[in-house]
Structures are given as structure tokens and as C-alpha cells.
């Protein structure tokens, strides 16, 4: 199956920095979410961004699907923007066949007051 | 409001039960699915289903069984095959494929076998 790794492992930020999470991985893809996981557990889909470049307020995406990397851009943190960013991305593998959304390890960020 | 609900939120097991954990969707997404995650891991996919009465193993399927007679519900049931239930476990759903759609998970069930 697809290999998905993310970088940094951890973050820790004051408030107002920017960001930069990236995430590689090792096969095409025709699905990729970026995902937040709150404090609670709970996971919010941010984007679907199998391709090109999506904005959201202070959340920006990019996925260059043809170097197998997407990077999320966190400007101006906010203490409720700290959690775990998952990456996840899904499609054919080069082994022949097809997989479903495939996590990556997370960037835990931490955004201190 | 349109959700994915999940209960209970924390379960505790004995050795050697079987639990089963609810999920119920009112998206009227046809398909779902079940993931479990560990502490400090990402999430692995369980089970799968893309319609009613259909259901696929995903990487982990190995001690859990599914059932999807409902468009709105498909129950994970964790048996005492399952060697290490103790996890996080969250369901999801999508209007459509496994691969092409965008997912949306409910708050999770905390699963503790003591």
C-alpha cells in the first residue's frame, strides 16, 4: 500500500507564527485529506486536495500530486488551532492494485499563548 | 442537524466478551467505514462498506466482525479473538467511493479491555 510520511513529528509555536506541515507519500493518488484532530479525539476534515492549491482562512493546501508531497499552511496560529494534522491520502499503489485512505503518523502541533 | 453519532463514548471490557459499538449516520452517505487508532498513531481502516448488505475487510479486520443492514447504521462488534482491543475506535462515512470522497468521522468510542 501506499507509504505516507509527515513532518514534523511535533510543533510547538506561540501565537500568531506561521507554519508549514508537510506530507509525502509513496504512490499516486486520486484522494488526499488533511485532517485536525482536537484535544477530544475528534477529526475534522480540513481538505480534500488530491491536486493543486485550496484556501480556508488561515489554512492553506497544496498537494504537487506529480512529486508525491502536499504541505499545509497554518498563518497566524491561534491556541485552537494545537492538536494532531493528519495526513491521508488514498488511490493505486504501484503494486497493482487499490487502497483506501491511508494515515500518516500526524504532526502534532502545540500553539502556546 | 446531520451527523455521525457514535456510543457509547467509553466502553470497559472484560477479557474474553464481546462488545459491539454503535454507528449511526444521517448524512444519507452510502458508504462507511471503521477505524482504529492507537496512542500516538494514525488510524487504521477495520472494516469498510460500500453499500447496504456489502461489506469489505480493510488492513486490521482480524478479531472484529460488521454488519450493514441499514443504509443509516453499521455496528462494529470487537470479539474476544481481537488480541489487543484496547484503542480508540472511530467510524466514518462518505457520499461516495473508498477512494475518491471526502470522509467525515464521528467523536469516537474509548474501548478499554481490563
Known amino acids: 500500500g501506499i507509504q505516507v510520511e509527515q513532518s514534523p513529528p511535533d510543533l510547538i509555536l506561540q501565537e500568531g507564527a506561521n507554519s508549514t506541515l508537510r506530507c509525502n507519500f509513496s504512490d499516486s493518488v486520486n484522494n488526499l485529506q488533511w485532517f485536525h484532530q482536537n484535544p477530544w479525539g475528534q477529526l475534522i476534515n480540513l481538505f480534500y486536495?488530491?491536486?493543486g492549491t485550496k484556501q480556508n482562512g488561515r489554512l492553506s493546501a497544496t498537494t504537487v500530486a506529480t512529486e508525491r508531497y502536499s504541505l499545509l499552511y497554518i498563518s497566524s496560529s491561534q491556541t485552537t488551532d494545537s492538536g494532531v494534522y493528519f495526513c491521508a491520502p488514498a488511490g493505486w499503489y504501484s503494486g497493482g492494485g487499490a487502497d483506501g485512505l491511508t494515515f500518516g503518523k500526524g504532526t502534532h502541533l502545540i500553539i502556546q499563548p | 442537524d446531520g451527523g455521525i453519532t457514535q456510543s457509547p463514548k467509553y466502553l470497559f471490557r472484560k477479557e474474553g466478551q464481546n462488545v459491539t459499538l454503535s454507528c449511526e449516520q444521517n448524512?444519507?452517505?452510502?458508504?462507511m467505514y471503521w477505524y482504529r487508532q492507537d496512542p500516538g498513531q494514525g488510524l487504521r481502516l477495520i472494516y469498510y462498506?460500500?453499500?447496504?448488505?456489502?461489506?469489505q475487510k480493510g488492513d486490521i479486520a482480524e478479531g472484529y466482525s460488521v454488519s450493514r443492514e441499514k443504509k443509516e447504521s453499521f455496528p462494529l462488534t470487537v470479539t474476544s479473538a481481537q488480541k489487543n482491543p484496547t484503542a480508540f475506535y472511530l467510524c466514518?462515512?462518505?457520499?461516495?467511493?473508498?477512494?475518491?470522497?471526502?470522509?467525515?468521522f464521528g467523536p469516537g468510542t474509548r474501548l478499554t479491555v481490563l
Open positions: 466514518a462515512s462518505s457520499s461516495g467511493t473508498l477512494y475518491t470522497d471526502t470522509q467525515y
Open positions: 448524512l444519507n452517505h452510502d458508504a
Open positions: 486536495i488530491p491536486s
Open positions: 462498506s460500500q453499500i447496504v448488505n456489502d461489506f
